[in-house]
């Protein structure tokens, strides 16, 4: 069972991560639990793993510190459906292993604090309704590097990239 | 501990990079100048090589290289002409 966090269009790095709860700032063991401490504090309290998280617009945007990422890999999200992505939040997604889908449509369909099944390999969620929604399909080189665990961990495992 | 000193090549800002965060980097990844935005892709690690991404962009999801329009610039963002994922370009 995966709960919905749902937010709004141009959620920021700072959003997610702010700055002065950077790992530096508070101590790499706990600097997670400040995720989206000013927007929803009870996020990191509350939010379990393999949570999805869903945004609309531009999601990721603003300086692309890695801890912002880093913070919800440390939380075990499931993974992030919005209706864009700036670029390299995106990729950092990626290389940490969140699987990222960018949908137009889902994100307006699920409700904020609706309990789904998400199925992370086949990219399926079931609503309570029974309702499926399907998720487009990850890059093949996520993929290959989901299995591995990300794409660090590929890299390690092969010692080369995914798709190389 | 040992820290990579990447220097700006638009800028001349010499960039410090902990050996701890460097380790984390993979090619293709996108290192952005802290004083002027420019963006450096990471086309080697060892050694560590740098190419200025400038006007082109690497599509964050099939790695297709695409040149950017100045309207893609100018509204931040672009789409990738090979799979049509839609990303917004920081800013
Ligand atoms: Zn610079
Ligand atoms: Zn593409």
């Known amino acids: ?164 | 501990m040992n820290t990579l000193i990447v220097t700006c090549p638009e800028c001349s800002e010499d960039l410090e990079i902990p050996e701890s965060d460097w380790l984390e980097f993979a090619e293709g990844d996108v290192l952005v100048c802290d004083s002027c935005d420019t963006e450096l892709l990471v086309v080697s690690l060892s050694p560590p090589e740098f190419e200025v991404l400038g006007d082109l962009s690497i599509c964050p999801k099939c790695e297709t290289e695409f040149d950017l329009t100045d309207a893609d610039l100018e509204h931040h963002r672009a789409t990738c002409p090979s799979c049509g994922f839609a990303f917004t370009l920081e800013t």
């Open chain 1, 1 to 164: 069972m995966a709960r919905v966090w749902k937010f709004s269009d141009s959620i920021n790095t700072d959003d997610i991560l702010p700055g002065k709860y950077a790992p530096f700032m508070v101590g790499a063991d706990v600097f997670h639990k400040y995720a989206f401490h000013h927007f929803r504090p009870e996020f990191a309290l509350e939010v379990q793993p393999g949570d999805l998280l869903v945004g609309g617009k531009n999601w990721g945007l603003g300086s692309s510190r890695e801890y912002a990422p880093k913070a919800l890999k440390r939380l075990e999200i499931g993974g992030i459906i919005a209706k864009s992505f700036a670029r390299i939040h995106y990729r950092n997604l990626l290389n940490l292993g969140i699987p990222a889908f960018d949908s137009l449509e889902i994100p307006d369909l699920l409700e904020d604090g609706e309990i789904v099944t998400y199925d992370r390999d086949a990219g399926i969620i079931t609503r309570s309704s029974g309702e499926v929604l399907r998720l487009p399909p990850p890059p093949e080189f996520l993929r290959e590097a989901l299995k591995a665990g990300s794409i660090l961990e590929y890299y390690k495992q092969f010692q080369k990239f995914p798709g190389e």
